[in-house]
């Protein structure tokens, strides 16, 4: 089955503490994208990958870092997490540079406390 | 930032009616979408509209881009149980770069 997995879906954490969010794609797609979801704001982009070793920063990048060694993986690192980052997290993936069609995990909601 | 506006942001209706939701911006987009998130899950893309003018339709959906190229609306017709969820819109501005409005959430009462 196609599909973006993400780990883990529910994440409470302090600040400070370094946590990575693992997200996975089994459609051999080039794409990939982090958004952070908030009530009232929709997705917003805070990180994106062209390619193997091709990221680029989105709308939202401040206190976020991202890797791009394999193609079916782009984790999502927050090196000293603060409380405003607590939030609804989803990756996405697209087979293309500019295809709509935007395949969404389920989502990953961190609590920074 | 671009911003989106959608309206209504929330709507309660009976099982059977006909729901309309529309979607403002102040910027010119290429392409418009409409996703639907059901609870626990991620959006999934319901219509992509890619020229001034067009009309489409997905079943019990129809999606119009604006002749303006700044807004879009989307009816579902025959609302049923299932059709519980937020419904955002997103603006396509180039290569991945997509602005996704707010978010319309609806509720079908049986």
């Known amino acids: 089955e196609a599909q973006v997995t993400q780990n883990p879906r529910y994440l409470i954490t302090v600040t400070g503490k370094k946590l990575t969010v693992t997200c996975s794609q089994n459609?051999?797609?080039?794409?990939m994208s982090w958004y952070r979801q908030d009530p009232g704001l929709g997705l917003r982009q805070i990180y994106y990958s062209m390619n193997v070793e091709v990221t680029d920063k989105g709308d939202v990048p401040e206190g976020y870092k991202v890797s791009r060694k394999e193609k079916r993986n782009f984790p999502l690192i927050l090196e000293s997490p603060s409380p405003n980052q607590t939030s609804l997290y989803f990756c996405a993936s697209s087979a293309a540079l500019g295809s709509v069609e935007q395949y969404f995990g389920p989502g990953t909601r961190l609590t920074v406390t | 930032g671009q911003q989106l506006n959608q309206s209504p942001q929330s709507m309660f209706i009976q099982e059977g009616e006909d729901v309309s939701m529309n979607c403002t911006s102040s910027?010119?987009?290429?392409?418009w979408l409409w996703y639907k998130q059901e609870p626990g899950e991620g959006p999934v893309l319901l219509i992509a509209l890619y020229k001034a003018g067009e009309l489409t339709s997905n079943g019990r959906l129809t999606a119009q881009f604006g002749i303006t190229r700044k807004d879009s609306f989307l009816n579902i017709s025959a609302s049923i149980p299932s059709d519980v969820g937020i419904y955002f819109c997103?603006?396509?501005?180039?290569?991945?770069?997509?602005?996704f409005g707010p978010g319309t959430r609806l509720s079908v009462l049986p």
């Open positions: 910027s010119i987009f290429n392409t």
């Open positions: 459609m051999n797609h080039e794409y």
């Open positions: 997103a603006g396509q501005l180039g290569g991945q770069n997509f602005v």
